[in-house]
């Protein structure tokens, strides 16, 4: 069965500092590859994605995450963060296109300290 | 346009009770997909509607869970004989064209 690992479950940060996020997620055929934020309060929403193409992605806010197959990892990162990104994140695998249904990890949870 | 959009928000059942949860998705949507998200855990799929095909309701937990959708717009989740493990926020998503799934505030689900 496919699975995703976030290893880090509360990552606690000052504002300025460097993010870096964990996910693997396990071997099976084709990988599409997603993170998804949490804003206390609000939705679920996309922070980016990866079908295919080039391994490094830009999102939102100045997210980026890196797709490295040999590592089986897809981590979150972020060069300086700010108060407002503390939030919880999702990392998530879908079969095809992510038309059909994902499998998340537990998610982060990520507080910034002003 | 208009998000996906879950009613009731906020749902407090007693055990044994019959609950019902309402997704409207954005229109045009041809795929539905139904989480539920248990306290500390990550969201875990319950059931996938696209189109007119038979539904995947591979993730559905216990015969007491069952959904429909009609055509591409409403869908219902139903939980028959609620039990305290069934508290949870119970979360839609539709997706467009592209394959990306938009996600509702969710339906919080507590089974006293």
């Known amino acids: 069965a496919q699975s995703v690992s976030q290893h880090n479950h509360h990552v606690i940060l000052s504002e300025a500092a460097s993010l870096e996020l964990g996910c693997n997620y396990s071997y099976g055929g084709t990988v599409n590859l997603f993170w998804y934020v949490q804003y206390p309060g609000q939705h679920l929403q996309l922070l980016l994605k990866?079908?295919?193409?080039?391994?490094l992605v830009k999102g939102i806010k100045g997210f980026e995450a890196e797709f490295i197959k040999s590592k089986f990892s897809f981590n979150l990162r972020k060069p300086s963060v700010q108060w407002s990104d503390t939030a919880e994140y999702f990392c998530a695998r879908g079969p095809n296109f992510g038309n059909e249904k994902l499998t998340f990890g537990t998610g982060t949870r990520l507080t910034i300290i002003p | 346009g208009a998000g996906v959009s879950q009613s009731p928000s906020n749902k407090v059942t007693e055990k044994g009770k019959d609950v019902e949860l309402r997704c409207d998705p954005i229109s045009g949507h041809t795929a539905l997909y139904w989480y539920r998200q248990r306290l500390g855990q990550g969201l875990e799929f319950l059931i996938y509607f696209q189109g007119n095909s038979a539904p995947d309701k591979s993730g559905l937990p216990s015969d007491r869970f069952s959904a429909e959708r009609t055509g591409e717009s409403v869908s219902t989740l139903t939980i028959q004989r609620t039990q305290q493990e069934d508290s949870a926020v119970y979360l839609c998503?539709?997706?467009?064209?592209?394959?990306?799934?938009?996600f509702g505030p969710g339906t919080r689900l507590t089974v006293t």
């Open positions: 998503a539709s997706s467009s064209p592209s394959g990306t799934q938009y």
């Open positions: 990866y079908f295919s193409g080039d391994p």
